[in-house]
């Protein structure tokens, strides 16, 4: 039966699509990262003579989110990254419905090499991710970009991360993200071309590796800041 279906309407079209948006968002998490990182270090860091003024890692990590909020083309991207999330969950979702509806097309499933149990559960591991992201956004994003009811960014990301449970709630999630990401970039590079098997294998180690290191690093901030 010929039905011409739209580009993103195919499943193909859908997966390539939860590859380039996973890709993007993978590149807000570095950044993310990166600019979190501030918070950990020591203010011995930042001597004002090297720094320009900045004598301590509170100043810093202010003036970092300060230019996020003030700096046009980083609220561009942002908008961007809100798109891509967006597009993400709605084609995670879409995807996910119609696997559960034609039980004989499953989504690469018949690839042996993608059966550890968190390739099997991206759908549980996404929710997580989705709830945390939810609690997250509301925490800082909420509060910090859109009410603007906070001003010092620094003494609220403080302030969060000394209740026990936040904490916890943190981990939870970053760990859900890291196993979230060893299959989501497995999973993008084979939507996105078809590879040898070498280099597949390639693939899935710098999967893992990359994926690991990102989880222990988110993980250790809020980890060093309820002991600080
Ligand atoms: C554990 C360390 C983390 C800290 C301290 C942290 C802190 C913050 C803060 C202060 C903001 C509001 C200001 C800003 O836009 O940058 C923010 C925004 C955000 N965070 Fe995090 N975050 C962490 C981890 C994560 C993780 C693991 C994810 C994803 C799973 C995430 C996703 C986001 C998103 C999507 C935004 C909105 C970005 C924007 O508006 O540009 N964050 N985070």
Same mark, same amino acid.
């Given at each position: ?15 390539? +699509?939860? &590859? ?5 968002? /993978?590149?807000?998490? !570095? @950044?993310? =990262?990166?600019? *979190? ?43 961007? +990254?809100? &798109? ?5 969950? /709605?084609?995670?979702? !879409? @995807?996910? =419905?119609?696997? *559960? ?128």
């Amino acid at each position: 039966m010929a039905v011409k279906k739209g580009l993103f309407k195919t499943s193909v079209g859908r997966k390539n +699509l939860m &590859a380039v948006t996973g890709l993007f968002i /993978i590149f807000f998490l !570095i @950044i993310h =990262l990166v600019g *979190n990182l501030i918070l950990i270090l020591p203010d011995s860091f930042f001597p004002v003579e090297f720094w320009g003024g900045v004598e301590n890692v509170h100043n810093m990590y202010n003036a970092y989110s300060h230019f996020l909020v003030s700096f046009w083309p980083v609220t561009l991207v942002a908008w961007v +990254l809100y &798109a891509a999330i967006m597009i993400h969950v /709605i084609d995670a979702i !879409i @995807i996910t =419905l119609q696997n *559960n509806k034609s039980r004989g097309e499953k989504y690469q499933v018949t690839d042996n090499s993608t059966s550890n149990w968190y390739s099997r559960n991206m759908g549980i591991l996404g929710t997580i991710i989705g709830v945390f992201i939810v609690i997250h956004m509301a925490q800082f994003w909420l509060k910090y970009k859109v009410l603007g009811t906070e001003h010092d960014l620094y003494e609220l990301v403080f302030a969060i991360f000394k209740v026990r449970w936040f904490v916890l709630i943190y981990e939870i999630g970053i760990i859900a993200l890291g196993f979230h990401l060893i299959h989501g970039i497995e999973s993008a590079h084979r939507s996105l071309g078809i590879y040898p098997k070498k280099v597949m294998n390639i693939i899935k180690y710098v999967a893992l590796c990359f994926s690991l290191v990102m989880a222990i690093l988110y993980a250790i901030i809020p980890i060093i800041l309820y002991l600080k």
